[in-house]
């Protein structure tokens, strides 16, 4: 009996490892640093956990921690989350977040305090994903790089790599087809 309650237990708190190939952000700013964003996800997936699947247990999380819960609301606490789904694209499982906020630098944007004189910029390493993708310019400084856009600027896009071994992932969207039927 004690074997099985500790590997009642084990598994419990096993956690499996959702991840994603990669997300395109977009910022629509209003000229006081407010405004409206949006993340899409491409290509949500489940990482095998000590060579078990843990795809199920992982949908589970995905669904009712940030689809359904507020795990993706507290850790961005600065955002106002309008929106959020899940949906397949291209046979894989996307989603979509929308949101508002009340200042750039919670977008993590970066201009001069009350001045529209200067760009706005993106400093990569703000960001713990690979940038692949902008709109914008890039400007080298030092060592590193910005992103830059000018002050003016309505509409910042960039997308990042998350995660680029997307063979040796188990693919969500079947769990997300049979959930979608129990929903109907």
């Not at 201009?111 to 400007?139: F, K, M, Q, S, Y």
């Amino acid at each position: 009996m004690k074997k099985l309650l500790l590997l009642v237990l084990l598994a419990a708190l096993s956690v499996g490892c959702l991840n994603v190939q990669n997300k395109t952000y977009s910022f629509k700013l209003n000229a006081d640093g407010t405004g409206t964003g949006s993340i899409f996800f491409y290509n949500i997936h489940s990482s095998d956990e000590d060579e078990r699947d843990v795809s199920f247990k992982d949908f589970g999380t995905l669904v009712t921690d940030y689809l359904e819960g507020t795990t993706f609301e507290d850790e961005n606490a600065d955002w106002t989350i309008t929106k959020k789904e899940l949906f397949e694209q291209d046979g894989v499982l996307c989603g979509k977040v929308e949101f508002s906020f009340a200042n750039m630098g919670s977008a993590k944007l970066y201009r001069t305090a009350d001045c529209n004189c200067a760009p706005i910029l993106l400093l990569p390493g703000a960001i713990d994903e690979t940038l692949t993708e902008h709109n914008g310019n890039a400007v080298a400084l030092g060592s590193s790089e910005v992103i830059e856009w000018a002050a003016d600027s309505k509409e910042i896009t960039y997308k990042t790599e998350v995660t680029s071994d997307v063979e040796n992932v188990r693919n969500l969207v079947e769990q997300y087809n049979n959930w979608k039927k129990t929903k109907k």
